[in-house]
């Protein structure tokens, strides 16, 4: 069973409403993540978080914004979707001295 | 400025032969390389990694292979399997694989 839960798998919402991607897990990680996926290309950071009251920007300029409250819950707002924003959003944790991040399954969001 | 690259998007190798996927990267700061293995519709999940002490790591059917002269990784995998198939990404990062970068990917699909 996945380690780190998030929601919704699927979104198709309209243009300029707000939305939040949640993202929890249940590892204690302190490191948390939020990368964002267009088909066939890499996988870009969007905003990653060290620990509680910690964020910060990714190498990739998002217009969405996170928050980091308890620590082991990292949700991504959209404050007013846009085609643009269509993508598949993927979250992931890790603790400093063990490899690699584990993913959640992913949102995958369409703005119409 | 593409830090990590997959030069080939997609891959056929026949069930039971080698499979062997590439990647470079260009960053010198990188000093640890991670592969990732992502199926439709769910979170990548890790695969194998390697530290930049080392020029390889075997794990079972999957091998890592690093050429830090020539900024290389690639994965081997052998015997290739039908639930091989899947898209396989390359990432770096500094030790501690924090703030990891991503390759495009590459689709590998094993035939029987």
């Known amino acids: 069973e996945a380690d780190i839960y998030q929601t919704p798998r699927y979104l198709v919402i309209g243009t300029g409403k707000k939305i939040t991607l949640e993202c929890s897990q249940t590892?204690?990680?302190?490191?948390m993540y939020w990368y964002q996926q267009d088909p066939g290309m890499e996988l870009h950071l969007i905003h990653y978080?060290?620990?509680?009251?910690?964020?910060e920007k990714g190498d990739l300029s998002s217009e969405s914004t996170v928050s980091r409250i308890r620590t082991e819950h990292f949700p991504l707002t959209l404050e007013s979707a846009r085609p643009s924003h269509t993508s598949q959003y993927l979250c992931?944790?890790?603790?400093?001295?063990?490899?690699?991040?584990?993913f959640g399954s992913g949102t995958r969001l369409t703005v119409v | 400025d593409q830090q990590v690259k997959q030069n080939s998007p997609s891959l056929s190798v026949q069930e039971g032969r080698i499979s062997i996927l590439n990647c470079d990267y260009t960053?010198?700061?990188?000093?640890?390389f991670l592969w990732y293995k992502k199926y439709p519709a769910e979170g990548p999940t890790f695969l194998i990694s390697?530290?930049?002490?080392?020029d390889k790591n075997e794990d079972g059917r999957f091998t890592v292979f690093l050429n830090k002269s020539a900024k290389h990784l690639s994965l081997h995998i052998v015997p290739s399997q039908p639930g091989d198939s899947a898209v396989y990404f390359c990432?770096?990062?500094?030790?501690?694989?924090?703030?990891?970068?991503f390759g495009q990917g590459t689709r590998l699909t094993i035939n029987p």
């Open positions: 960053n010198s700061m990188f000093d640890y």
């Open positions: 990432a770096a990062g500094p030790q501690g694989a924090q703030k990891l970068v």
């Open positions: 978080s060290y620990g509680v009251n910690s964020t």
């Open positions: 992931a944790s890790s603790q400093l001295g063990q490899g690699g991040y584990t």
């Open positions: 590892m204690g990680h302190d490191k």
């Open positions: 390697i530290s930049s002490i080392k």
